[in-house]
């Protein structure tokens, strides 16, 4: 495939993420990072800001673009000439919901198919939630995003 997008809220990014662009980056020409504007879910951090993080975290990564997109996922795979979308799985969990999205996705928009990439062993028990959590009591969580992320959540924390 030549153009493959990796969508997320990314609220932080963390080396979960990273691992998962670094792999899919590997089986596509050009990959998009595609960070949503407005997830379902509330954010702690705008859109810019995870926009920020994102390309600060890919820097010098060849052939990763890092955009912000708002509305229908496949909407704008379709017009960024995307063939894919990555998404990652951490667990069994994770996966009756994502393949419900892809099913959803292929009938919206039968040309897109979707690839699952485990996350590495090393990642699997990593989320961005779970990270939140633990900066918002104090630990250090640099061993879990990136540094430009771990600033930031240290900035909006204040820990």
Same mark, same amino acid.
């Given at each position: !495939?030549?153009?493959? *997008?990796?969508? +997320? ?6 080396? +979960? ?11 596509? @020409? ?6 949503? =504007?407005?997830?379902? =879910? ?5 859109? &810019? ?13 060849? +052939? *990763? ?9 496949? @909407? $704008? ?5 995307? &063939? +894919? ?11 009756? $919901? &994502?393949?419900? !999205?892809?099913?959803?996705?292929? #009938? /919206? ?7 699952? /990439? !485990?996350?590495? &062993?090393? $990642? %699997?028990? /990593? ?14 969580? %640099?061993?879990? *995003? ?6 930031? !959540? #240290?900035?909006?924390?204040? #820990?």
């Amino acid at each position: !495939m030549r153009v493959v *997008v990796y969508p +997320g809220s990314f609220d932080p990014v963390t080396y +979960g993420h990273v691992d998962v662009i670094r792999r899919a980056r590997r089986i596509t @020409e050009k990959l998009i990072v595609a960070v949503a =504007k407005s997830p379902a =879910k509330e954010t702690a951090f705008s859109a &810019e800001e995870r926009l920020d993080m994102v390309r600060e975290a890919t820097r010098g990564l060849d +052939g *990763v673009e890092v955009n912000l997109f708002d509305g229908l996922l496949v @909407e $704008y795979a379709r017009q960024v000439g995307a &063939e +894919g979308i990555i998404r990652g799985l951490r667990a069994l969990s994770d996966f009756e $919901y &994502e393949f419900q !999205m892809a099913l959803t996705n292929r #009938k /919206l928009y039968e040309p897109i198919e979707t690839i699952f /990439l !485990m996350t590495s &062993e090393s $990642y %699997s028990y /990593l989320s961005s939630s779970l990270i939140k959590e633990i900066a918002r009591l104090g630990a250090d969580i %640099s061993s879990f *995003v990136p540094p430009a992320a771990c600033r930031k !959540m #240290k900035e909006r924390f204040g #820990k």
